[in-house]
């Protein structure tokens, strides 16, 4: 394990999770916005060098770091889109959780306007209320959720509607 990597991975993940603090706090995404970017170009270095920071790599927690900060890299879907084909095989290697491949594949899709696989992604409603992003054939969403290890959509949805007072 590359102890100093995950090292990193760790200060950078706490660092994206206090700058998604504050802009809850105050309303003001600048600081988010430079960290995301920061977080982004280090990822990126990383990658070239290493390959997917998986399991063996950098820990399970490293590994669960280094998704977070591809999945907040929204300004970057080539890089989005390039680790989604590195946490497939990661995944079949037992180096990535099917969980972390679920909701890269529904940001990756709903980035490109696509229906989204397995209903991890929400947005705001016209009226402030929020709901998932379209999700394609929604008859199978729970079998999908499922064989990612996923909560059915109804329990995730009573989850994510929780955390917004406004959504219900």
């Known amino acids: 394990m590359n102890h100093d990597l995950a090292a990193d991975l760790h200060r950078r993940a706490e660092q994206d999770q206090a700058a998604r603090q504050r802009m809850?706090?105050?309303?003001?995404?600048?600081?988010?916005?430079?960290v995301d970017a920061d977080n982004t170009a280090w990822l990126k270095q990383a990658i070239a060098a290493h390959g997917w920071l998986g399991i063996s790599l950098v820990g399970e927690q490293g590994a669960d770091e280094a998704w977070l900060l591809v999945q907040h890299a929204d300004r970057d879907?080539?890089?989005?889109?390039?680790?989604l084909d590195l946490l497939q095989d990661a995944v079949a290697d037992g180096?990535?959780?099917?969980?972390?491949?679920?909701?890269?594949?529904?940001?990756?899709?709903?980035?490109?306007?696509?229906?989204?696989?397995?209903?991890?992604?929400?947005?705001?409603a016209p009226d402030g209320k929020l709901q998932p992003y379209t999700v394609a054939e929604p008859e199978l969403l729970d079998a999908r959720r499922a064989a990612m290890g996923l909560e059915s959509a109804a329990e995730y949805d009573r989850r994510m509607r929780g955390r917004d007072p406004e959504a219900i």
Do not use: F, M
Not at 25 to 34: C, F, K, M, S, W
Not at 77 to 83: C, E
Not at 101 to 109: E, G, N, P, S, W
């Open 24 to 34: 809850l706090e105050t309303g003001d995404g600048r600081d988010l916005v430079r």
């Open 77 to 83: 879907l080539d890089l989005q889109r390039q680790v």
């Open 95 to 124: 180096e990535a959780l099917p969980r972390h491949l679920a909701y890269l594949t529904d940001r990756v899709r709903v980035a490109a306007d696509e229906p989204q696989v397995y209903g991890t992604q929400y947005i705001k």
